[in-house]
T-cell receptor, first 109, second 113 residues
Framework: DAKTTQPPSMDCAEGRAANLPCNHS???????VYWYRQIHSQGPQYIIH???NNETNEMASLIITEDRKSSTLILPHATLRDTAVYYC??????????FGPGTRLSVLP | EAQVTQNPRYLITVTGKKLTVTCSQN?????MSWYRQDPGLGLRQIYY???????DKGDVPEGYKVSRKEKRNFPLILESPSPNQTSLYFC????????????FGPGTRLTVL
């Protein structure tokens, strides 16, 4: 699986949009981009995934660049409960995930 | 409620004493996996199973065994635990039709003395 690079930490003000970047420059054509998050030491939670097109669901939006070498997860109105570690993963068919260190997002009041 | 359960949630044991961590899901999922999480190393996959009686090694299988005799259960077995297996363990499951969305259990914190 391709490797991803994420900033180790980010801060965001409550109520503002949180934009979490991810680089995956060696992604192959059949690999999807997945985002999960982990609140404290709970089990990771699925957020969203995509292949080429931008995706949106009730939790977040995923913007993938045209060359697919990077993506951005957007939490439109961050709340304190969104404080977590966010993982960007690339994988074929969602199996054998490799979770890197992720980005620790702190939402500040 | 759709969920993945793990037992026990916390376990302190001694080197060499065999233990089993159970994992059960009620979503009729085909895929199940075990991960371990260590500080600075992220989550690493230990074993995964694509269906009953079908298991395969992940990235860090040494020292672990699994079995998948029933679709809902995927126990993780440590035949002779060692201190380097002290970790936080997660079980996950996903559907054949939606393998992308993995549902994780609450975690088992294991300490091997």
């Amino acid at each position: 699986d391709a490797k991803t690079t994420q900033p180790p930490s980010m801060d965001c003000a409550e109520g503002r949009a949180a934009n979490l970047p991810c680089n995956h420059s060696t992604i192959s054509g059949n690999e999807y981009v997945y985002w999960y998050r982990q609140i404290h030491s709970q089990g990771p939670q699925y957020i969203i995934h995509g292949l080429k097109n931008n995706e949106t669901n009730e939790m977040a939006s995923l913007i993938i660049t045209e060359d697919r070498k990077s993506s951005t997860l957007i939490l439109p109105h961050a709340t304190l409960r969104d404080t977590a570690v966010y993982y960007c993963i690339v994988s074929i068919y969602g199996q054998n995930f490799v979770f890197g260190p992720g980005t620790r997002l702190s939402v500040l009041p | 409620e759709a969920q993945v359960t793990q037992n026990p949630r916390y376990l302190i044991t001694v080197t060499g004493k065999k233990l089993t961590v159970t994992c059960s899901q009620n979503m009729n999922h085909e895929y199940m996996s075990w991960y371990r999480q260590d500080p600075g190393l992220g989550l690493r996959q230990i074993y995964y199973s694509m269906n009953v009686e079908v298991t395969d090694k992940g990235d860090v299988p040494e020292g672990y065994k699994v079995s998948r005799k029933e679709k809902r259960n995927f126990p993780l077995i440590l035949e002779s635990p060692s201190p380097n297996q002290t970790s936080l363990y997660f079980c996950a499951s996903s559907s054949l039709y939606s393998p992308d969305t993995q549902y994780f259990g609450p975690g088992t914190r294991l300490t091997v003395l």
